[in-house]
Structure formats: C-alpha cells, structure tokens
C-alpha cells in the first residue's frame, strides 16, 4: 500500500465497460512530512474519498481484487480513508486538523 493525498478528480464519457460507475481519483503519492512527491495516478474510489483527504492506494492485482468486478483494466485503488498518520511519532497528517 501507499500513502496518497487526493488532488482531484477525473471524469470520463468514453470508457472500459468494467469501469462503469466508477469513480476516478487523481492521487499523488505523500512523503515523511506529509508532501505530495512524485507523479500523479488515477486510482478507483469504492469508498468515498475526498479532495485533500489522505488515502491508502494499492496497485496492480490488488487493486483489481479489491473493486471486485473481475478482469478490469485497473492500476489502482483506494482501500482507505485515514484519520491520522503519523511518522518517527510525528503526526504528518490529522483529518480532523485540516483547515
């Protein structure tokens, strides 16, 4: 798994019939202060998440078993929505502490 922050959303008319009624998020991995770093995915949303909220990602065929909807063209996916994170006993991220 990986840490990501949403950064956004992705909407799209033309697509895999696998991904019907799915939501597409723009992630981008986070670091050890809680910084976005690296480049930006797509990923699935089967929970809910939001913009700026801090996420939990898996990819490849972990993504495809978690949305449950058999041999879909899917890279990644949100599994989790976290509440706090904290790193070296530093907390880099708090949901309930965002502005």
């Known amino acids: 798994m990986k840490l ?3 950064i956004g959303k992705a909407n799209s008319s033309v697509k895999h019939p696998g991904l019907e009624g799915l939501k597409l ?3 981008q991995a986070v670091d050890d202060k809680g910084g976005g770093t690296g480049s930006m ?3 699935v949303d089967t929970i809910g998440a939001g913009a700026g ?3 939990a990602v898996v990819r490849g065929a972990a993504a495809v078993r978690h949305i449950g ?8 996916a949100v599994v989790a929505i976290m509440d706090t994170v904290y790193v070296n006993a530093k907390e880099i ?3 309930h ?3």
């Not at 909807?69 to 990644?76: E, L, N, V």
Request: glycine share 4%; net charge neutral.
């Open 4 to 6: 990501c922050k949403v």
């Open 25 to 27: 998020l723009v992630v």
């Open 41 to 43: 995915i797509l990923a």
């Open 53 to 55: 909220e801090v996420v």
């Open 69 to 76: 909807k058999g041999d879909i063209p899917c890279d990644a």
């Open 93 to 95: 991220y708090s949901k």
């Open 97 to 99: 502490k965002e502005a």
